[in-house]
T-cell receptor, first 116, second 114 residues
């Protein structure tokens, strides 16, 4: 079963505007972590933001914020004031508690293109 | 130092060759990972090492052989690969304890099997 779902294969946004990238997840675990990563064409996976399942407040990191709706099992990434350098692939990921392991599972990604 | 360093950045190898991918981190992380990523696909987990011991092998073919010589190094030995093994191979590390820890990734090795 798909654990992480990103339904937007691609998104366009105008420079300086905000954009929301969707992510839904499926888990029976009560304790888990949700992550967003950015992957430019160079290939490196860049960590952006983290949300813990017990965190009551939405995570924020600079221009990135995570809209966490636990009941809906969604963890959407909001990028404010988009910049040309934000053009990249964005992956939502989840880490479940499975014994002592640290399995990080990725969604299929959303390709974001920021237009001038 | 928050870097994960992977070498080489690019590798072209024949199906009869033996090569190794290397990964190094000096953040004191005790979990290290190998991921395989095909073009336009998400990374797929291959192996997880926890405290220098293999804790997860995602049914990876034996032509891929991981090795963790110490807490800072992770190798992936390649032998008799197939063209379909061509991909971006990403190494990552994270703190072992707790699940609220992000994984730091290297820039990857772009492998082409000819």
């Amino acid at each position: 079963a798909q654990k992480i779902t990103q339904t937007q294969p691609g998104m366009f946004v105008q420079e300086k505007e905000a954009v929301t990238l969707d992510c839904t997840y499926d888990t029976s675990d009560q304790s888990y972590g949700l992550f967003w990563y950015k992957q430019p064409s160079s290939g490196e996976m860049i960590f952006l933001i983290y949300q813990g399942s017990y965190d009551e407040q939405n995570a924020t990191e600079g221009r990135y914020s995570l809209n966490f709706q636990k009941a809906r099992k969604s963890a959407n990434l909001v990028i404010s004031a988009s910049q040309l350098g934000d053009s990249a692939m964005y992956f939502c990921a989840m880490r479940e508690h499975e014994g002592a392991t640290n399995k990080l599972i990725f969604g299929t990604g959303t390709l974001l293109a920021v237009q001038p | 130092d928050t870097e994960v360093t992977q070498t080489p950045k690019h590798l072209v190898m024949g199906m009869t060759n033996k090569k190794s991918l290397k990964c190094e981190q000096h953040m004191g992380h005790r979990a290290m990972y190998w991921y395989k990523q095909k073009a336009k696909k998400p990374p797929e987990l291959m192996f997880v090492y926890s405290y220098e011991k293999l804790s997860i092998n995602e049914s990876v073919p034996s032509r891929f052989s991981p090795e963790c010589p110490n807490s800072s190094l992770l190798n992936l030995h390649l032998h008799a690969l197939q063209p379909e093994d061509s991909a971006l191979y990403l190494c990552a590390s994270s703190q072992e304890v707790g699940r609220n820890t992000e994984a730091f990734f290297g820039q990857g090795t772009r492998l082409t099997v000819v």
